[in-house]
């Protein structure tokens, strides 16, 4: 998912949110969210736990590779970024608003 979506040949833009807010913990390199109602934990590495963290519903996806690339290393951060807002979407820890 790219964050943009066409209808009608206009670009519009989509905003990554949280499905819910989950309470977590850092368990060695990983961080553990734990979502109490379903009883359900997931397992994220630290570079997916922060774009999750950044996944507020207002911030798009250029600028939360605005946050993670140095040095014009833009087009591969994107393309990491990218990949993980489709894992956290898949496993339904965020959507597209």
Do not use: H
């Not at 209808?7 to 961080?31: C, D, I, Q, R």
């Not at 109490?36 to 950044?54: A, E, H, R, T």
């Amino acid at each position: 998912m790219s964050g943009r979506n066409s209808l009608n040949g206009k670009t519009s833009t989509k905003f990554p949110v949280k499905t819910k807010e989950l309470t977590w913990e850092k368990s060695g390199n990983v961080y553990v969210l734990l979502d109490k109602d379903s009883g359900k934990n997931f397992s994220l590495d630290p570079i997916s736990f922060l774009v999750w963290v950044q996944c507020d519903g207002k911030t798009d996806v250029e600028k939360i590779v605005d946050i993670f690339a140095v040095n014009g290393n833009r087009d591969i951060i994107k393309a990491a970024i990218n990949g993980i807002l489709e894992k956290l979407e898949s496993s339904e820890l965020i959507k597209w608003i």
